[in-house]
């Protein structure tokens, strides 16, 4: 049987499914696939469509892996280590997802929920909203999760976002006003 994948009325012609590229850096926008017979471009890689130099790969901005200045800001604003564990508002939103998507149905439902809920209440770049999910898959993969486990997969959080807690006091840069004095507490943000 012929294939017609981009709708133009013709076996297929290489076109394909195309995305929009709103900022021209030649990467599309996943969040927006275009209709048939719409060109775009073929990729959907984009990480912040409307930054010309963000893509992957970029080295005149940001490369799509883990967080951007912006997402780091954002993070550091809205979560802390407390007792060992990530802590804040963005936790606090990632419960609330859980506890509200549990009666979704049946367990793709319940994901799908979540996803949504996640991406929503965690107004961050996929790339770098993705390391709260992988901290989170850790500590909850087999069960509550043991001290170093714990560390472990907050270190892993902190290598994928880029966090810093230079002085300990719990609070990332560049929220903490001051990452050297961990007598300065950082609410002053
Ligand atoms: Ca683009
Ligand atoms: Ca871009
Ligand atoms: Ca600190
Ligand atoms: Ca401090």
């Known amino acids: 049987m012929a294939l017609d994948n981009d709708c133009n009325g013709q076996v297929d012609d290489g076109l394909g499914q195309q995305y929009a590229d709103n900022d021209g850096d030649g990467y599309g926008d996943p969040l927006e696939p275009l209709p048939c017979d ?26 799509c892996i883990g967080c951007s200045a912006a997402d780091q800001l954002a993070m550091s604003q809205n979560l802390h280590v407390s007792n060992g564990s990530l802590s804040g508002p963005y936790m606090n939103a990632i419960i609330t997802c859980g506890v509200g998507c549990n009666g979704a149905g049946d367990p793709t439902a319940v994901e799908a929920c979540f996803q949504a809920c996640f991406q929503t209440a965690i107004p961050v770049g996929p790339s770098c909203g993705e390391c709260i999910g992988v901290y989170i898959q850790t500590i909850f993969a087999n069960g509550p999760c043991a001290a170093p486990c714990m560390a472990a997969a907050l270190a892993d959080f902190q290598t994928c976002t880029g966090l810093l807690d230079a002085d300990g006091d719990g609070y990332f840069a560049p929220a903490d006003c001051d990452d050297q004095d961990a007598t300065i507490n950082p609410e002053c943000y």
Do not use: I, L
């Open 38 to 63: 719409t060109p775009g471009v073929a990729n959907s890689q984009d990480c912040d469509d409307n930054d010309p130099d963000a893509f992957p790969g970029s080295t005149v901005g940001f490369n």
